[in-house]
């Protein structure tokens, strides 16, 4: 089931990297978008972002047997559960070297998405990708809409700033899959080295 695993995980960090760059394209040309089309294409990559990232901790923790949880879509629910059972499940951004064809491993510094911070940004993308009330369109009436790139940008960091190099382990802290997201020498596709502990 693990090598399963594996691929499923490396699938879903392929997918992540296509997205970011989508989302990049976009906002770099976002003069060219109509403004309600511009927020709801970019803030549905966040929120599927939010999703693989709460999957991607589900699928690394496959040691943990729990079927509502293995059968659930609800990621904030999923992710506090898991919390429960292992509280650090989240991935762990990292800086990663490959000295002598070995990986050293260290702590990245730069400002990467926190638990705390996907459940808030999954809760603001479910409140983007709907128009709302009719009491609220009529008091929309007449205001133009300001699409605040900079915020969209710099949550899209901060993603990057998780997966772009991570690690991330199973709940018995026996696995553990070291990731990069965008690898050079993969052909710029995401690459998945497995380390197991004895």
Not at 38 to 54: A, K
Not at 149 to 161: N, S
Request: proline letters at 6%; one cysteine or more.
């Amino acid at each position: 089931m693990m090598e399963t695993a594996d691929q499923v995980y490396a699938n879903l960090m392929a997918e992540a990297h296509v997205r970011i760059r989508a989302l990049d394209k976009l906002v770099s040309n976002y003069q060219d978008w109509p403004p309600l089309v511009l927020e709801e294409f970019c803030y549905l990559q966040l929120r599927l972002l939010c999703e693989m990232i709460g999957l991607g901790c589900l699928i690394a923790h496959d040691d943990i047997k729990n079927r509502d949880l293995l059968g659930s879509w609800n990621i904030p629910v999923v992710m506090k559960k898991l919390e429960k059972l292992k509280p650090d499940f989240f991935p762990l951004p990292k800086k990663l070297t490959f000295p002598n064809g070995g990986i050293h491993v260290e702590p990245s510094t730069a400002p990467a998405l926190t638990k705390d911070e996907l459940f808030k940004l999954h809760a603001i993308t479910g409140s983007k990708l709907h128009r709302g009330s009719a009491k609220g369109l009529l008091a929309e009436l007449g205001t133009q809409k300001l699409i605040l790139v900079d915020e969209i940008t710099a949550w899209a960091k901060k993603i990057i700033h998780l997966l772009e190099q991570h690690v991330i382990s199973s709940a018995n802290g026996k696995r553990h899959w070291i990731v990069i997201l965008s690898h050079a020498d993969n052909g710029g596709r995401p690459s998945v080295f497995i380390a197991e502990s004895p």
